[in-house]
């Protein structure tokens, strides 16, 4: 089998990639090298020039890959073949596949002397176009620099409403962007994000800091979990006692090759500047601060800032924001910069629908997109997005 060309396999649900998978599992010469539920993950593979076979459908259909590559402006190249997996081949899909430069169509469930003849084809049509073009595939892949914006969201004092903020901005960088965004869920002991999510992944930061001496990028995109909004997640451990075996150099490989493959990264903290905070503060784009209107929270957020000052942490990095800025508790906006020093860059109203759509594993953002947190979440995310 040649290593250096991916097979890589696409659709909508893991049951139809299983389906998918089985099928080729007692092929020999045939690997699936990564997996996917979401067909962003072809704009990535396209733009990164990766030398790959890619499987797609047959619940994505042309009409899903003609739509990305129109949207996205891409086209298939010299590296990337596709093969279209189908229910319904037709003569029209067939002209249509040409059009766009589908490698190949098979109908579905194909046969193994098909796909086997397909992927031996498209192997040897790589092949040959890169030695025309003199492409050679260095054995060893040089370190990749960082590619994605990354956004600390932070707060040295609970229930603030951080991993809230997190969430839910994710979904809306993606929304507005419809690029790749990956939320990591820093909190080792107590992480939220899937339950505010409603996710059940497979995976955890701890699956991979247990194998980070041979992680990549390729890898690593394995192990994220998609979610139904469009982003991808990769949570806390579901044991907080396996926090103790993920040091912060397993955690600083995995954001870092994470940077790699997305482009926005958020990031829902700890609540302390421990190490791994520390450790990644100087490859983040932007600190949110969080706080809420109560004392200790200020006092917190005020001690907070003090540390970034001495740590000589870039002031136009730092973004205030104050959540639950509605509520009534004898303390004023205005009394609080003057506590600080700083303006409140972006306030956040409380709501009951807050705790109504965490309860319900159905993020604000998309369920009531007019409320007034979701306007608020709105300005931030726009704000973030047009920064460089």
């Given at each position: ?64 890959i003609e739509n990305l590559l129109k949207t996205k402006g891409l086209s298939l190249g010299l590296l990337v073949k596709l093969i279209l997996l189908t229910n319904e081949p037709s003569s029209s899909i067939f002209k249509k596949a040409i059009k766009l ?238 506590t600080l020093l700083r303006k409140i860059d972006f306030t956040i109203s409380s709501d009951r629908l807050v705790p109504l759509t965490i309860n319900k594993g159905n993020p604000i953002i998309n369920s009531y997109p007019k409320s007034a947190v979701s ?14």
């Amino acid at each position: 089998m040649d290593n250096t060309i991916l097979i890589s396999l696409i659709d909508k649900t893991e049951e139809s990639i299983e389906k998918v998978s089985s099928l080729l599992k007692n092929i020999s010469d045939i690997e699936i090298n990564q997996t996917s539920t979401s067909i962003d993950d072809l704009e990535f593979i396209i733009l990164e020039k990766i030398p790959s076979i890619v499987l797609i459908g047959p619940l994505y259909t042309l009409v899903d890959i003609e739509n990305l590559l129109k949207t996205k402006g891409l086209s298939l190249g010299l590296l990337v073949k596709l093969i279209l997996l189908t229910n319904e081949p037709s003569s029209s899909i067939f002209k249509k596949a040409i059009k766009l430069n589908i490698f190949d169509v098979l109908d579905f469930p194909f046969s193994y002397e098909d796909i086997i003849e397909s992927i031996n084809r498209a192997r040897s049509n790589i092949k040959e176009g890169m030695a025309e073009k003199g492409i050679v595939l260095e054995k060893e892949s040089k370190p990749k620099s960082k590619v994605s914006k990354n956004i600390m969201i932070f707060s040295s004092k609970g229930g603030t409403g951080r991993s809230f903020i997190a969430t839910n901005l994710s979904i809306d960088i993606y929304n507005q962007t419809k690029k790749r965004v990956v939320l990591v869920d820093l909190n080792y002991q107590s992480g939220d994000i899937a339950l505010i999510l409603g996710a059940v992944p497979k995976h955890t930061f701890f699956d991979i800091a247990s194998i980070v001496n041979q992680l990549d990028a390729e890898m690593l995109s394995s192990f994220l979990t998609p979610d139904s909004s469009g982003i991808k997640i990769l949570p806390a451990p579901v044991d907080p006692a396996q926090s103790e075996s993920i040091n912060t150099k397993a955690t600083i490989k995995i954001l870092d090759t994470l940077s790699q493959i997305c482009d926005y990264m958020v990031i829902d903290s700890q609540s302390n500047f421990c190490e791994n905070t520390l450790a990644f503060l100087e490859k983040t784009d932007f600190l949110c601060m969080v706080a809420s209107m109560d004392v200790l929270s200020i006092k917190n957020l005020k001690v907070s800032l003090e540390v970034l000052e001495q740590l000589k942490f870039p002031k136009e990095k730092i973004l205030l924001i104050m959540n639950r800025a509605n509520s009534k508790v004898g303390l004023t906006t205005d009394e609080i910069e003057s506590t600080l020093l700083r303006k409140i860059d972006f306030t956040i109203s409380s709501d009951r629908l807050v705790p109504l759509t965490i309860n319900k594993g159905n993020p604000i953002i998309n369920s009531y997109p007019k409320s007034a947190v979701s306007k608020s979440i709105n300005s931030l995310t726009k704000y973030l997005i047009a920064s460089k």
